[in-house]
Nanobody, 124 residues
Framework: QVEVAESGGGSVQVGGSLRLSCIVS?????VAWFRQGLGKEREAVAT????????FYADSVKDRFSIGHDPSKKMVSLHMNNLKPEDTAMYYC????????????????????WGQGTQVTVSS
């Protein structure tokens, strides 16, 4: 049974940190975090290839965010540091269960299962 479920959102002040978690059941090729702010388009944040550990990041979050995978817990986490107001968004976990490698790691079409989202709010 396929499962993709996020947790860990919340409110934090500028410069603070949060950790998001995503439970992903079953074999998965890669897992990504996307976000969508109010009135903005959805954008990729980070991706991890769970079998080999390769990671990819959007330029806007490099050196601040870190994606990791714990296979024993079937969990992919997103550690977010030095948060900025522009990081405020609904964050979604997405999983590629079908090896959609024709699409790049930061493309939404690469992912066939999506979680419900968790809100992150950064205030100044």
């Amino acid at each position: 049974q396929v499962e993709v479920a996020e947790s860990g959102g919340g409110s934090v002040q500028v410069g603070g940190s949060l950790r998001l978690s995503c439970i992903v059941s079953g074999y998965v090729n890669r897992v990504a975090w996307f976000r969508q702010g109010l009135g903005k388009e959805r954008e990729a944040v980070a991706t991890i290839y769970t079998q080999v550990g390769s990671t990819f990041y959007a330029d806007s979050v490099k050196d601040r965010f870190s994606i990791g995978h714990d296979p024993s817990k079937k969990m992919v986490s997103l550690h977010m540091n030095n948060l900025k107001p522009e990081d405020t968004a609904m964050y979604y976990c997405a999983a590629d269960f079908q090896d959609r490698n024709a699409y790049g790691p930061l493309k939404s079409r690469a992912y066939d299962y999506w979680g419900q989202g968790t809100q992150v709010t950064v205030s100044s």
